[in-house]
């Protein structure tokens, strides 16, 4: 005779202990075991610092007062302090970690801190303020002193007081695009252009750090880029005039199925490589 003890007692202990009244406690999950918390999902797919430097008084938390979620002082200096927002960027969630910087001289030792580890950097100017775009150069001299590389925008603030412009938007623009810099003149007071500057930064930020490529196939469509979509995938081009539709929207649909139409063609031409021809003789020929 076997002895079973030992056989039935096994599968028991690898399940759980058997109290003296018969049931059975599980094994303590690792949380439990630790006495720690599980940690909670992650409410951003990637997290930039991005720092905001210029004068004093050119409005950059005129910039920030309206973004969401909070913001919270720096637990490192009183002359700075940071606001948190969350874009949504091709369908991914980037959290923005957003350093306002004091313009006065003395807090320079500030962007020798923080600027090391900014992934964008917004250079602030006033557009009513011409002193305050001559001194873009002193700031860009100090960021790239300490953050070589990292990607600017130039920031033109206060549009909704342009009957008072000093800086011209062109001489802005040939001063960015000579510093390799994206550009964008703003109006928190009219929300113009806050969401798309930091979109823009957030962009080139994730490029430069090789990021892209990893949500670039997970790019989400707008509606009407699904609907040409659908629409060019069932009829052909000829047969798109003949469709109930407005004269300017058949017009778009037009350009789009010719624009559309070589990467289609590749697709094609991809998913019918394995039926190339190979002619053995002069009457004969294989599917390879």
Request: proline letters at 4%; a positive charge.
């Amino acid at each position: 005779m076997f002895a079973t003890t030992g056989m039935v007692a096994a599968p028991q202990q690898a399940a759980g202990q058997v109290a003296q009244n018969g049931s059975t406690t599980l094994p303590r999950s690792h949380h439990q075991r630790t006495g720690r918390p599980p940690a909670a999902p992650k409410s951003y797919d990637y997290l930039l610092k991005v720092l905001l430097v210029g004068d004093s008084d050119v409005g950059k938390q005129e910039i920030l007062q309206d973004l969401e979620d909070g913001s919270a002082d720096s637990p490192f200096c009183s002359g700075s302090a940071y606001k948190t927002t969350t874009i949504l960027l091709d369908g991914k969630r980037v959290k923005l970690q957003l350093w306002d910087t004091s313009g006065q001289g003395r807090f320079c030792t500030i962007i020798r801190s923080y600027s090391r580890g900014a992934q964008g950097i917004l250079l602030v100017y006033d557009i009513t303020n011409k002193w305050s775009f001559d001194s873009i150069d002193r700031w860009l001299e100090e960021v790239e002193k300490h953050a070589p590389g990292v990607p600017k925008v130039l920031v033109g603030n206060r549009l909704h007081l342009a009957f008072k412009r000093q800086v011209q938007e062109r001489d802005a623009e040939l001063y960015a695009a000579k510093n390799h810099m994206a550009f964008f003149e703003v109006s928190p007071l009219c929300d113009f252009n806050i969401r798309e500057s930091f979109c823009e930064l957030s962009r080139m930020a994730l490029h430069r750090n090789g990021m892209e490529r990893l949500w670039r196939s997970n790019k989400v469509l707008s509606l009407q880029e699904l609907c040409c979509r659908a629409i060019v995938a069932r009829t052909s081009v000829y047969g798109l005039e003949r469709l109930p539709l407005p004269t300017a929207l058949k017009s778009h649909l037009k350009s789009y199925a010719i624009s559309a139409a070589p990467s289609r063609q590749r697709a094609r031409a991809h998913k019918h490589a394995h039926t190339r021809l190979n002619c053995t003789g002069r009457n004969s020929c294989a599917i390879a």
